[in-house]
Nanobody, 123 residues
């Protein structure tokens, strides 16, 4: 079983930055692939960014490419999402999710989910 805990959300003005963290349970073998997703009120959950266990980027959503950066520190069992130039439309609950198979951008392909952290961007 894989457990994940997100943190780092909060209230920020448009143009500002936040760094989200996702701490996951330790694994002897580095096989955990992680994706960041978000869900805004009244909208479906959407893919934001993903990363292989090795640190190779899976993909970014077009809406965040160039503004967000995903990274990980396996020694700390943590995946990060650095969010710069935030916009009001980035407001959502952000989730990290993990999968032991081939990573994708589809929420239903991920087996493990955190509880989410709220990001609110004001104008």
């Amino acid at each position: 079983q894989v457990q994940l805990v997100e943190s780092g959300g909060g209230l920020v003005q448009a143009g500002g930055s936040l760094r989200l963290s996702c701490v996951h349970s330790r694994r002897a073998f580095n096989s955990l692939n992680v994706g960041w997703f978000r869900q805004a009120p009244g909208k479906e959950r959407e893919f934001v960014a993903g990363i292989w266990w090795s640190g190779r980027t899976i993909d970014y959503a077009d809406s965040v490419r160039g503004r967000f950066t995903i990274s990980r520190d396996n020694a700390k069992n943590t995946v990060y999402l650095q969010m710069n130039s935030l916009k009001p439309e980035d407001t959502a609950v952000y989730f990290c999710a993990a999968d032991l198979g081939r990573p994708t951008t589809i929420p239903s392909d991920y087996d493990y989910w955190g509880q989410g952290t709220q990001v609110t961007v004001s104008s």
